[in-house]
């Protein structure tokens, strides 16, 4: 097999979710690098491949980094894995795959179970744009300054969180963010418990609370964004169209949105017949 560090994903919970070029990387390669070798040697374990494991995690980071180059320079083979998922996304493995490419040497991804794309992929978002943010701060005053510059950004935000921390991060997305945005909360995501709810932030915390189970577990929150100035105009002029077709005809009604909103008439009249019609 070339030297070279193969990035290889691994499952994020469900052990069938490895995939086959993935299988034949871990068997093939000289040693493999992980996040928590007793993880790794379980999946490793049920595949029934043998293989050198030593640990690569963030407080070594640099000094397993070494470990590999100097392996690659040997001509042997690496991969890298992490308990979960992709590595190197919010999770060890990016400064390490930095000092491989440094040393001349080729990284090789193994795409694979990612919890981000998961959870993404069953959320419907609009246009498939969003921005994944990872882990925000354990601090709330950090996680709040960090929501202020996300704040007015129109694409899905997309966090990890931990269960311990899960209430008090959707607290502060509410307030910063504002509790009328959608959130979809996926958790235990391809696992025996695995749960995928829609609802606005500001009903997310009575959801989580109303039964202990939903507090455990590992979280992907997939926030709407920020409505676009266009998008605002219109639904705030179809907020008034709807309450003066209350109190007015339809032309009037109509005439008076536009002029209070600045929509476009023809967009409201549209509307408006719409709004009739049901």
Known sequence: MVA????VATPIGNLRDVTLRALDVLKAVDAVAAEDTRVTHHLLRHYGIDAR?????EHNEAQAG????ELLRAGKSVALVSDAGTPAISDPGARLVRRVRQAGFAVVPIPGASAVTAAVSAAGVPEGRF???GFLPAKSA????DLQALRTLSVALVFYE???????????????????????IARELTKLFETIHACSLDDALAWLDADPNRLK??????????PMAGETQVEEGERVLALLLRELPLKQAVQLAAE???TKRNALYARALALKGE
């Open 53 to 57: 494991l030593f640990s690569l995690r």
């Open 162 to 184: 931990a269960p311990h921390r899960v209430r008090e991060t959707i607290a502060d997305l509410a307030a910063v963010l504002g509790g009328e945005r959608q959130v979809i």
């Open 260 to 262: 209070i909103t600045g």
């Open 66 to 69: 070494e470990r590999v180059v």
């Open 142 to 145: 950090a996680r709040v300054r």
């Open 131 to 133: 921005l994944f943010c």
């Open 4 to 7: 070279a560090l193969y990035v």
């Open 217 to 226: 577990g590992e979280f992907v929150l997939v926030v709407q964004g920020a």
